[in-house]
């Protein structure tokens, strides 16, 4: 470790008092932290300009220069830039303007007093400039030399951006957007550019995105003001100007975050227009129903739905509740939002999982995406009486009364199920406002035909003279369950170990998914008699503690040998599983879930062709299809 240059001293204690202050969870610590690392950052660079050349490696600068440099903050920032890109010939880790974000929320809070408490993402990114810039004047980490170890908190902060400038609102996007691009194209090889409406206009080169109407305008007139702040100046514009200016940048890069293909961009379109039509008409609240096919996108499409319901007027800062049948779904949902919505102002997440910390969730200040299940809303009624918007996951024809619940609130529907207008309009939902169905998946390519494997179930009756074969119908439930574990052990013993082995087992009742489950870990446990490498085996059902988040958690995850999850049919609504080849259906099912199981097999990139074996004759939607061979056995 190298020792620490003794003017450096002022700088690193300004450091650790800052990670100090990390150890608390009150809004006067969250403040200390954000004003404690930018003081940090200020006195390093002041600390530097004001060393004599033999302390910097011999770096002169001219007095007059030295004096334009200690000037302000923002000048400040223009040495730091010149000694790293010009004199070290490194890159800005992190760019003058993302510093004078953070510089600005400093001051709002500092001299306005506003009460603002800073979000984490704003203490991790300011942590993390501090740390660095203390690095590259000082070529030694800070962490190196404090003087007992700090321990950083994990209490989450909360992300209400209520009382900022718009001037300081307007940086934050116009840098969300930045990042987006950079991210995106970086990580797809297309070159960066400097400017943001060069980069706009590359990126929708790149991808199939329609520009939003007047944005190359509002990304222009956005670079300006941009210039005008980095220079320590207010732009020549009213809040109001600036704030229209922020939300034309804020819609942009929720539609490059979401990264959705054409047709979801549309679904969102049309589901974001009807919310705005039924706030507007004042009526039911009833906005209707968004239909799109499993294995299509649809967590994707309510996660871009949910970033761009939160810039509607008059939905800024209200409750987004989400509702769902299954914890384990919400959960994926939930996980989604985190990893893809812009950082903006009401977008933390929370699955409470009582009654009372559901309604201080729903009457929180800065209240958020709230999930939770309709078992939870049916066995501990609430009544809230405040606006919100309430977004449910295949509740289609749902027996339950939500304007009971939450009287003014506007309710929308994403369905995954075939939908029949003669189910429409919804008692709760109102109308069907767009569909994108599994003929329109397989025209646009994102569903591939599967091929079919018929197999009625038929058992050797050993106690026959001539041994015929005999339907298993005539057994009992464990003798046939006996028969398709090991038809299933000799599928996937034969199966290619080249590749992943994803399969999935569909039955209608939890008795019998769960004597499968037990039967198939004895038998997939280990390289024992039925010679099949090992596997994990999962259990989805509605009895399970966790609602099966567990078992899909490890189904997902499964990289050697692969994995089998044992699904009962009611859990397959709005099921996510990324990669799935195999699915065995032990019992006959309702058309739904035949069309769910081929949208999850159907997904096109996939690395081998999804095989369906169906043991109960069902009638497979033809679309999907493509070989099929008949198995008599």
């Known amino acids: 470790m190298k020792k620490l240059k003794p003017w450096a001293r002022g700088p690193l204690e300004l450091i650790q008092h800052a990670e100090e202050h990390l150890r608390g969870d009150s809004d006067f610590d969250r403040r200390m932290v954000l ?75 500092y001299h306005n007093g506003n009460g603002f408490a800073p979000a984490l993402e704003i203490v991790d990114g300011i942590k993390s400039a501090a740390h660095w810039i203390f690095s590259v004047l000082f070529e030694s980490k800070p962490e190196d030399h404090f003087v007992s170890r700090v321990v950083e908190s994990k209490s989450p902060f909360p992300t209400d951006e209520t009382g900022l400038s718009s001037a300081t609102l307007f940086l934050k996007a116009f840098i969300d957007v930045k990042n987006l691009l950079n991210s995106e194209m970086g990580a797809d090889g297309v070159e960066h550019s400097s400017s943001l409406v060069s980069a706009i206009r590359k990126f929708a080169e790149n991808y199939p995105i329609k520009l939003p109407d007047g944005l190359v305008a509002a990304a222009v007139k956005a670079e300006e003001v941009r210039e005008v702040m980095l220079g320590g100046e207010q732009p020549d514009l009213s809040g109001v100007e600036l704030k229209n200016l922020s939300s034309e940048l804020k819609k942009y890069s929720a539609q490059i975050d979401s990264k959705l293909r054409l047709y979801q961009l549309e679904l969102v379109e049309a589901a974001v227009e009807a919310t705005v039509k039924s706030l507007s008409l004042h009526e039911d609240g009833k906005v209707g129903v968004v239909h799109q096919t499993l294995g299509t996108g649809i967590s994707m499409s309510i996660v871009s739905y949910i970033i761009r319901a939160r810039q509607i007027a008059g939905l800024e800062y209200v409750p987004f509740i989400v509702v769902g049948t299954h914890r384990a779904l919400l959960s994926q949902l939930q996980h989604g939002l985190i990893d893809h919505c812009p950082s903006s102002s009401g977008m933390h997440t929370v699955m409470p999982m009582g009654k009372e910390n559901l309604m201080d969730s729903l009457s929180a200040p800065n209240p958020g995406v709230i999930f939770t299940t309709m078992t939870q809303l049916r066995n501990i009624p609430i009544v809230f009486e405040q606006k919100c918007l309430l977004i449910g996951v295949d509740l289609q024809g749902v027996q339950f009364d939500f304007k009971r619940s939450a009287p003014l609130a506007a309710l929308i529907n994403f369905s995954s199920s075939p939908v029949s207008l003669k189910e429409f309009p919804d008692k709760n939902f109102g109308s069907l406002v767009v569909s994108f169905g599994l003929q329109q998946a397989v025209e646009h390519g994102v569903l591939l035909p599967l091929m079919l494997d018929k197999r009625p179930v038929t058992v050797v009756a050993r106690a026959s003279v001539d041994e015929s074969a005999v339907s298993a119908n005539t057994f009992s439930d464990g003798v046939r369950e006996e028969w398709i574990i090991g038809e299933v052990c000799k599928d996937l013993k034969s199966f290619s170990f080249d590749s992943r082995c994803k399969a999935i087992i569909v039955t209608n009742r939890i008795s019998a998914a769960s004597i499968l489950y037990e039967k198939l870990v004895v038998a997939l446990g280990g390289k024992g008699e039925s010679g099949v490498a090992p596997l994990t085996v999962g259990l989805l059902s509605s009895a399970e503690k966790d609602g099966g988040r567990h078992a899909v958690q490890q189904f997902n995850n499964a990289s050697d040998g692969g994995s089998v999850l044992v699904i009962t049919s009611g859990m397959l609504a709005g099921l996510d599983l990324p990669e799935v080849n195999m699915a065995f259906v032990t019992t006959p099912l309702q058309t739904e879930y035949l069309e769910k199981i081929t949208t999850l097999l159907g997904r096109a990139g996939r690395s081998t062709e999804g095989v369906i074996v169906d043991f109960s004759g069902n009638a497979w939607p033809d679309v999907m299809i493509g070989q099929v061979t008949k198995n008599e056995n």
Do not use: C
């Not at 002041?46 to 220069?65: C, D, M, V």
């Not at 223009?78 to 992190?94: A, D, N, P, R």
């Open 35 to 109: 004003v404690s690392f930018d003081n940090a950052i200020e006195l390093s660079i002041i600390t530097f300009l004001s060393l004599n050349p033999i302390q910097r490696s011999g770096l002169q600068y001219e007095k007059a220069q030295v004096g334009k440099w200690m000037h302000n903050f923002h000048s400040k920032l223009e040495f730091l830039e010149y000694y790293v890109v010009s004199q070290l010939k490194q890159e800005m880790l992190i760019e003058r303007d993302v510093l004078v974000y953070y510089h600005s929320i400093r001051n709002e809070l």
